[in-house]
């Protein structure tokens, strides 16, 4: 079968497509630990996603195969092929595949790991670079960010440079999920365009409009709860953990670093959602330099709690998936006026 031509009532196939990427990971079941592969294939007419729970060494990325007696079936609205101890797959050495590119062109608020290659436009800020090694060779990755006027979205490219300040058309970055947001990677295969246009990066929306992980969304809210166990916490300052005991597993040896952690609830008439904020956002709100958090640790509760809880505010966020749904982590924070927003809430309804 070709790739196009599979559907929700397939249950078994057979497949000559291209092995586009191959990923590893090993997690712990009843029986102990285990390993599966994933990735994707492509032929002349679309690209899938694949789990395969056992996979021949000798088969790269690039490789075409044939693959017999595979399963299909739905995950997260899109299906994907596995292969189990019954697939075949077999090697078909000196033969090529031509792919074909289906990119879907999406604004940065809407991609999701449903569409695992998308086309986006946006400008690159707060880009780093590093060296990595690969096959004996030195590249570079350049890491950062790439915002629209939706939202605000890490990115990674491998050996392609991106610069700060520039806006860009990029078709075929891929989609994956990290830190429970969405990233984007380039690779040797996107293309990359510079792209002049108007972006406006205001970025005002209600919570109701966000469906899917956002970053640097304003939102006008009201905190209806305040959490009870909010407070100051220490972190590890080489891996930013919260620790529970004092010390850090892996830097035992490294010092310690005073946060505050607190959790709360908002609501801005057409939605209400949990959201954190750390010490970034609350520390100016309360009016309190960081070396100084040691010296109102006791006040630090009844500071916050009397600043935030049944107020109005203007918040920055982040909205981030969890177990339960979205979710959101607060960059910032300023004070609004009640009023105002009490009667958009009103006029909503």
Known sequence: MKLDEIDNKVNAVDLKVKILSIDKREINTSRGESVYYYGLIGDETSVMAYTAWEFPGVIKAGDVVEIKYARVKEYNGRLRVYMDSKTEIILKPGENLDVKNTYKEVKLQDISTKTPFVSVS????????????????????????????????????????????????????????????????????????????????????????????????????????????????????????????????????????????????????????????????????????????????NEIYDKMNEKLYGHAFKMNVDFVINEDGLSLRVNSISELDETGLKNDMVEGV
Request: proline fraction near 4%.
């Open 122 to 297: 946006g400008m690159i800020s707060a880009i780093t670079s590093r060296e990595y090694n690969k096959e004996g060779r030195k590249f570079l990755i350049y890491s950062g960010f790439i915002e629209d006027d939706t939202s605000r979205v890490r990115i990674s490219s491998f050996g392609r440079p991106l610069e700060n300040g520039k806006i860009y058309s990029i078709k075929g970055a891929r989609v994956a999920e990290f830190n429970k947001q969405m990233e984007l990677s380039v690779g040797d295969k996107t293309d990359i365009e510079e792209s002049p246009q108007d972006i406006n990066f205001e970025r005002n929306f209600k919570i109701f409009d966000i469906k899917n992980p956002a970053g640097s969304i304003n939102i006008d809210v009201f905190v209806i709860t305040f959490g009870l166990k909010s407070g100051i916490i220490k972190r590890c300052e080489i891996c930013n953990k919260p620790l529970s005991t004092g010390v850090c597993a892996d830097h035992p040896n490294e010092k310690t670093v005073l946060d505050i952690f607190t959790y709360f609830t908002v609501d801005d008439g057409t939605g209400i959602m949990q959201a954190i904020a750390g010490k970034n956002a609350i520390l100016p709100l309360i009016g309190i330099e960081e070396d100084e958090i040691p010296k109102y640790a």
